[in-house]
């Protein structure tokens, strides 16, 4: 699961800027079933579980502020608080969902870029090895992409445009991988199609001097040296001093020994 260190800190940064209730906190052990309360004990119950780690509850609270007070100006802080929450909570759909429905009915409000960076991180969070399925991936990558796209010049773009660098290198990292299987299962033009939709869609990751000393592999066993050879001077104008380059090199040079030879025994 990818992490960074700063995006804990920017998420509390965020929400400590969100309007609290005036009153002083109460230790309470309100629960969450439906007892009508009024706006205030509600925030400041869910507020003083969320300052004691119990994030869950909070969450529920915060909800409980928004279904019974669903037209005060609480409703709209209680929301993003609840998406928060279950986000601290782990509980990546319970926030995206919260997240979604403040975006939703609040679409142009000032914390609508927070609301949609909550959403990316819930999905972000759940990214998993390159060996599971990405659809996760694929989701936080649009989530971060909407963010970016709908408030460039948010607080939270710079940190969107850094994990979309590192998503695409993990969506990168799971084409070689399937394209490697291929290639061990001598499946040569398969694995090239996975080689070459890295180097196209993926170019600045750092899988993409691997990809294309594999494409000079595969071009080599399907027959093409010429391809081979334009593809490993790619290669070398872009990654010189990698041991990719210095793989590929080799290559031909052995493919190259290998056609000769054969060229004089025929003679």
């Given at each position: 699961?990818?992490?960074?260190?700063?995006?804990?800190?920017?998420?509390?940064?965020?929400?400590?800027?969100l309007?609290?209730?005036?009153?002083?906190?109460?230790?309470?052990?309100?629960?969450?079933?439906?007892?009508?309360?009024?706006?205030?004990?509600?925030?400041?119950?869910?507020?003083?579980?969320?300052?004691?780690?119990?994030?869950?509850?909070?969450?529920?609270?915060?909800?409980?502020?928004?279904?019974?007070?669903?037209?005060?100006?609480?409703?709209?802080?209680?929301?993003?608080?609840?998406?928060f929450?279950?986000?601290?909570?782990?509980?990546?759909?319970?926030?995206?969902?919260?997240?979604?429905?403040?975006?939703?009915?609040?679409?142009?409000?000032?914390?609508?870029?927070?609301?949609?960076?909550?959403?990316?991180?819930?999905?972000?969070?759940?990214?998993?090895?390159?060996t599971?399925d990405?659809?996760?991936?694929?989701?936080?990558?649009?989530?971060?992409?909407?963010?970016?796209?709908r408030?460039?010049?948010?607080?939270?773009?710079?940190?969107?445009?850094?994990?979309?660098?590192?998503?695409?290198?993990?969506?990168?990292?799971?084409e070689?991988?399937?394209?490697?299987?291929?290639?061990?299962?001598?499946?040569?033009?398969?694995?090239?199609?996975?080689?070459?939709?890295?180097?196209?869609?993926?170019?600045?990751?750092?899988?993409?001097?691997?990809?294309?000393?594999?494409?000079?592999?595969?071009?080599?066993a399907?027959?093409?040296?010429?391809?081979?050879?334009?593809?490993?001077?790619?290669?070398?104008?872009?990654?010189?001093?990698?041991?990719?380059?210095?793989?590929?090199?080799?290559?031909?040079?052995?493919?190259?020994?290998?056609?000769?030879?054969?060229?004089?025994?025929?003679?």
């Amino acid at each position: 699961m990818l992490k960074l260190s700063r995006t804990t800190s920017l998420l509390l940064a965020a929400a400590v800027v969100l309007p609290l209730a005036a009153c002083a906190h109460k230790k309470t052990g309100l629960d969450t079933s439906y007892v009508a309360r009024d706006v205030s004990t509600l925030y400041n119950a869910a507020k003083h579980s969320m300052d004691t780690g119990d994030y869950d509850q909070a969450a529920k609270l915060f909800d409980e502020v928004e279904r019974q007070h669903p037209y005060s100006v609480w409703a709209r802080r209680a929301q993003l608080m609840s998406a928060f929450n279950y986000y601290l909570a782990q509980k990546y759909t319970d926030s995206i969902s919260s997240a979604q429905r403040f975006l939703t009915i609040h679409p142009g409000n000032v914390e609508a870029p927070y609301a949609q960076y909550l959403i990316a991180m819930s999905y972000y969070q759940q990214i998993d090895e390159v060996t599971r399925d990405q659809t996760t991936t694929q989701q936080a990558s649009d989530a971060f992409g909407e963010l970016i796209r709908r408030y460039p010049d948010s607080r939270y773009a710079a940190d969107a445009r850094l994990k979309m660098d590192l998503i695409k290198d993990h969506l990168a990292g799971k084409e070689m991988e399937i394209g490697r299987f291929y290639e061990r299962s001598g499946q040569w033009l398969a694995a090239s199609y996975r080689f070459r939709s890295v180097v196209d869609q993926y170019q600045t990751t750092t899988q993409t001097p691997e990809a294309l000393e594999r494409l000079v592999e595969c071009y080599l066993a399907l027959g093409v040296p010429e391809e081979a050879q334009k593809t490993a001077a790619v290669l070398g104008r872009n990654y010189p001093e990698t041991s990719w380059y210095k793989q590929a090199l080799n290559l031909l040079g052995r493919d190259r020994q290998l056609t000769q030879r054969r060229t004089a025994s025929r003679k």
